[in-house]
């Protein structure tokens, strides 16, 4: 399996890489009340840190909408993630906990302040694509049955055959979302300026220590950049 982004991306999102997570025979089930209070603690942290009207103006942020403009979406009615993770927690909304390992990228998210989120490899047909939709995508929303087309032009993560997430970091896709019975995932870390290399690795190296902690199995990173679009 190969992970392609595509080199118009990165030229015109200067600085952006995405880390990712390989994860192998990991175990996906239950609940733990240690996960559970880590992130209702950093819940607690973040309405400490944000101010919910000033939100947008964060640079970390700001970038993101700054992105989802370049591509021709508008991030008042599509919010990147990382702002609607975050205005939720604001509004005094707890997360819900999901599984294991949705739990972990939101915690990072919320710690870091970036996107993540991850698909089941083995719902997954040949390559992972992150790239420009040509508009005739096939794409069914988390917790839906019935398939939509996306837009021509915007970002989406995709497969060979449908899309896992909308406008870059929007809407991940029904098909492919993790469930306590997931045990091979990958998992998705994104920097945009002033977010750098240096923030997205330290995210990554204690996702990974977090699930080896708390779900076992095999975690491989590496980072995908405008040097290297390509990971195998």
Not at 79 to 96: A, D, H, Q, T, Y
Not at 117 to 140: P, Q, R, S, W
Not at 202 to 211: C, R, S
Request: aromatic residues 10%.
């Amino acid at each position: 399996m190969r992970y392609i982004i595509s080199e118009e991306i990165f030229k015109n999102n200067p600085g952006y890489i995405r880390g990712i997570l390989q994860l192998k025979d990991v175990d996906n089930y239950g609940a733990d009340d240690n996960l559970y209070n880590i992130l209702k603690a950093m819940e607690d942290n973040v309405r400490s840190r944000f101010i919910p009207d000033q939100l947008r103006s964060d640079p970390r942020i700001a970038s993101w909408r700054e992105a989802f403009l370049r591509f021709g979406s508008n991030p008042n009615k599509y919010p990147p993630s990382i702002e609607n993770l975050l205005k939720r927690v604001l509004k005094g909304n707890e997360l819900p906990y999901i599984n294991k390992l949705v739990v972990i990228f939101n915690y990072i998210s919320l710690k870091y302040i970036l996107p993540c989120g991850g698909d089941d490899l083995d719902k997954v047909d040949g390559d992972l694509f992150l790239t420009y939709a040509k508009g005739d995508e096939i794409y069914t929303p988390l917790n839906e049955t019935e398939p939509m087309h996306v837009d021509a032009g915007e970002v989406i993560y995709r497969d060979d055959r449908k899309v896992l997430c909308r406008k870059w970091t929007w809407r991940q896709g029904d098909s492919t979302k993790i469930t306590p019975e997931s045990k091979n995932v990958m998992i998705n870390v994104d920097g945009m300026p002033p977010v750098g290399e240096e923030t997205v690795k330290a995210a990554m190296a204690e996702m990974a220590d977090l699930i080896r902690k708390y779900c076992g199995g095999e975690v491989s990173m590496a980072i995908i950049n405008e040097s290297n679009n390509v990971y195998e």
